[in-house]
């Protein structure tokens, strides 16, 4: 089945301690990319990546790294963790369909910082 | 940079009633224009998409929405709502030829019985 998977989908966590998101794609998609969604905010990007070893910063990238050392793969990572990143994490991948691009969301990963 | 618009964050109707959500984007180049649901605990998941061709785009579960382009518009609607089309919906816009999506701050439909 084709899908997006990250893990962990809840995690819990103190302020300063670092942690992962995994992010992992089945469809052999070139564009992976990170959104944190906030009410009444929608869906903001955090970093994209348009294949292997290249990344780039989206519109929100403060207090995130991401890396992409395989095209399957596209981590998360929160160095120092803060209050004000609780919030609900999607990955995506994205494949050309036609003449557009068609973004695939894993289901999510609810952060709560303490 | 690309935008859009949701008018209400809230939208409520009886069930049967017609859903009527409203997305405005600001560009002077006709973009591609999506709409996402959320289900509750759920990612988003692609109901339809406009990439210039017909202007009336039908999607899945009976949604539809029309690009009105002097109206820099893509409301989405369903003639008769059901008690399972309770999520959150979201209107994205992207440049054509372009990954990036920027999305609207979602309208959540609630379906009284």
């Known amino acids: 089945e084709a899908q997006v998977t990250q893990n962990p989908r809840y995690l819990i966590t103190v302020t300063g301690k670092k942690l992962t998101v995994t992010c992992s794609q089945n469809?052999?998609?070139?564009?992976m990319s990170w959104y944190r969604q906030d009410p009444g905010l929608g869906l903001r990007q955090i970093y994209y990546?348009?294949?292997?070893?290249?990344?780039d910063k989206g519109d929100v990238p403060e207090g995130y790294k991401v890396s992409r050392k395989e095209k399957r793969n596209f981590p998360l990572i929160l160095e120092s963790p803060s209050p004000n990143q609780t919030s609900l994490y999607f990955c995506?991948?994205?494949?050309?369909?036609?003449?557009?691009?068609?973004?695939?969301f894993g289901p999510g990963t609810r952060l709560t910082v303490t | 940079a690309q935008s859009v618009t949701q008018l209400g964050s809230h939208v409520s109707v009886s069930e049967g009633a017609l859903v009527l959500l409203r997305c405005n984007y600001s560009s002077s180049v006709p973009p591609y224009l999506f709409w996402y649901v959320q289900y509750p605990n759920q990612g988003l998941q692609l109901l339809l998409k406009y990439t210039s061709a017909a202007t009336l785009v039908k999607g899945i579960n009976g949604f539809e929405a029309e690009f009105k382009k002097s109206e820099t518009s893509f409301h989405l609607t369903k003639p008769s709502a059901h008690m399972s089309d309770a999520a959150e919906y979201f209107c994205?816009?992207?440049?054509?030829?372009?990954?990036?999506?920027?999305f609207g701050a979602g309208t959540t439909v609630t379906v009284r019985a």
């Open positions: 994205a816009v992207s440049d054509r030829d372009d990954y990036k999506l920027s």
């Open positions: 469809m052999n998609h070139e564009y």
């Open positions: 995506a991948s994205s494949s050309r369909t036609g003449s557009s691009y068609e973004q695939y």
């Open positions: 990546s348009m294949n292997v070893e290249v990344t």
